[in-house]
T-cell receptor, first 112, second 115 residues
Framework: GESVGLHLPTLSVQEGDNSIINCAYSNSASDYFIWYKQESGKGPQFIIDIRSNMDKRQGQRVTVLLNKTVKHLSLQIAATQPGDSAVYFCAEKRGSARQLTFGSGTQLTVLP | ETGVTQSPTHLIKTRGQQVTLRCSSQSGHNTVSWYQQALGQGPQFIFQYYREEENGRGNFPPRFSGLQFPNYSSELNVNALELDDSALYLC??????????????FGPGTRLTVL
């Protein structure tokens, strides 16, 4: 069925390196995507979003890229820090309530 | 912090019991959405409340019900608890204007354990 999914369940990077977290989606009509960060014991925290009429959007140390041709989006984190260690979810807005449909998440671990 | 609060933080119930979880939305937000997050999974949409009415529902049985109050706070009620209901329950508040819904901001969640 239609879904939003992630390529890898875990990702380890050295502190100071750049991180890239990938996400695939299957619904070509999807028009809005969001990345959330969830630290242990906390609720998901909004990072950045992107609409389907955009290819790229930048925030503070983060960039989201959207490739509609292959239905793929990625989250890039520059100069990864220990505080970036968390589970990262991509989510899609869909439905009459514009509810969020989440993938299963990627656990990012930042190594010292 | 998002300004979205949830209570209680943890709860332990036994199979067959009923539970009520509470959520206070961020100031200025008129919409509350509830999600269930099983361990190691992404959140799953339960339902959304807007103007005190259910505005959309995910694939959850009727024993999951909710309320929204005039101050936009909300309750999630689960009857006849089952072991599989053990999860983190998250509420998210947002602003709905017409057919558009703004960014959803999540609370810290309520951890429900059903024994």
């Amino acid at each position: 069925g239609e879904s939003v999914g992630l390529h890898l369940p875990t990702l380890s990077v050295q502190e100071g390196d750049n991180s890239i977290i990938n996400c695939a989606y299957s619904n070509s009509a999807s028009d809005y995507f969001i990345w959330y960060k969830q630290e242990s014991g906390k609720g998901p925290q909004f990072i950045i979003d992107i609409r389907s009429n955009m290819d790229k959007r930048q925030g503070q140390r983060v960039t989201v890229l959207l490739n509609k041709t292959v239905k793929h989006l990625s989250l890039q984190i520059a100069a990864t820090q220990p505080g970036d260690s968390a589970v990262y979810f991509c989510a899609e807005k869909r439905g009459s309530a514009r509810q969020l449909t989440f993938g299963s998440g990627t656990q990012l671990t930042v190594l010292p | 912090e998002t300004g979205v609060t949830q209570s209680p933080t943890h709860l332990i119930k036994t199979r067959g019991q009923q539970v009520t979880l509470r959520c206070s939305s961020q100031s200025g937000h008129n919409t509350v959405s509830w999600y269930q997050q099983a361990l190691g999974q992404g959140p799953q949409f339960i339902f959304q409340y807007y103007r005190e009415e259910e505005n959309g529902r995910g694939n959850f049985p009727p024993r999951f019900s909710g309320l929204q109050f005039p101050n936009y706070s909300s309750e999630l009620n689960v009857n006849a608890l089952e072991l599989d209901d053990s999860a983190l329950y998250l509420c998210a508040s947002s602003t709905k204007t017409g057919t558009s819904t703004d960014t959803q901001y999540f609370g810290p969640g309520t951890r429900l354990t059903v024994l």
